[in-house]
């Protein structure tokens, strides 16, 4: 018998996407929540998509429609109630490599209290790295986020922008295969906005990143996806998937970028 019979079923990669070179595949995944003083609500139904390892995929809906609802399910802080998530071929419920899986969030949630350096070295402290190294790989961090002399700075003391990019770098520094963003950027201001969106990408390309972004700004999807993957409300379905093949950067200016835009606004 083969070392794989041995391994308990669920923990066996699922070959199909293996073979596909998939990083994430969502699997008629549906949730519902039960509510105290009301009918449950029925969230999502039947979610299929696959992300390929390597690239960029935006979940695009209206408010409610469950976007965030579907990253956590991928992040594996909520489970699916019905269907099945898949990294790296492996169950979400089975797979053990979150180190290897980053979250950023609406909010920066950085720590007050830590200065922007010990913010990115807090992402290190539960990996058990070196104080040593820790100190280095922040500053390398945060130095490619452009904030080379901020190393010091207290949030409290940065522009939203500049806080961001402190959440950016300790997501990055743990080196995340995958990295999941569930609107990060929408309280900035557009200018700021395209900036994080270069720098997401140029971090993306350098590294082979995996990235699922939340966004119900289509703009923000056309200018960052590979593919976008576009919900309709209650319950949320994938209304259609549509593979964004521009070169990079794109700018919204560009025709063939508006020409996007407005074939996505038709389905949001
Ligand atoms: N834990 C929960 N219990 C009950 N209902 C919930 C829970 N979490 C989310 N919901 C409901 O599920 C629906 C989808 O929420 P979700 O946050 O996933 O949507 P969204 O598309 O991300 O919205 P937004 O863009 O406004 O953040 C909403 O109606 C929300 O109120």
């Not at 960029?56 to 609802?69: E, H, M, N, Q």
């Not at 922007?116 to 130095?143: D, I, M, P, Y």
């Not at 295969?177 to 990408?201: C, Y």
Request: aromatic share 6%; hydrophobic share 45%.
């Amino acid at each position: 018998m083969s070392a794989l019979f041995d391994l308990p079923t669920a923990a066996v990669p699922d070959a199909a996407a293996l073979a596909a070179d998939t990083a994430i595949r969502v699997s008629s995944v549906g949730k519902t929540f039960a509510r105290a003083d009301a009918p449950a609500l029925r969230v999502l139904d039947d979610i299929n998509f696959t992300v390929p390892r390597g690239r960029v995929t935006a979940i695009l809906g209206a408010s409610g429609c469950g976007k965030s609802t579907l990253l956590n399910m991928i992040a594996g802080l909520l489970a699916a109630d019905q269907g099945d998530i898949y990294l790296d071929g492996i169950r979400a419920r089975d797979f053990t490599d979150w180190k290897r899986v980053g979250y950023l969030f609406q909010d920066d949630r950085l720590l007050p209290w830590r200065t922007a350096l010990e913010n990115v070295e807090f992402g290190l402290e539960a990996e058990r790295v070196g104080r040593a190294e820790r100190r280095q790989r922040a500053e390398q961090a945060l130095a490619a986020v452009g904030l080379v002399g901020f190393y010091d700075a207290y949030p409290n003391a940065l522009s939203g922008g500049m806080r961001s990019r402190v959440a950016l770098a300790r997501s990055l520094v743990k080196e995340p295969r995958i990295l999941l963003l569930d609107e990060p950027f929408s309280k900035l201001d557009p200018g700021m906005r395209a900036q994080m969106h270069a720098e997401l990408l140029q971090a993306q390309q350098e590294r082979g990143i995996t990235i699922v972004f939340v966004t119900h700004d289509i703009e923000e999807a056309v200018v960052l996806a590979d593919e976008v993957v576009v919900l309709h409300p209650r319950p949320g379905r994938v209304r259609a998937i549509v593979p964004i093949d521009l070169p990079q950067p794109r700018r919204p200016a560009d025709r063939a970028v508006g020409e996007q835009l407005r074939a996505l606004r038709a389905l949001v």
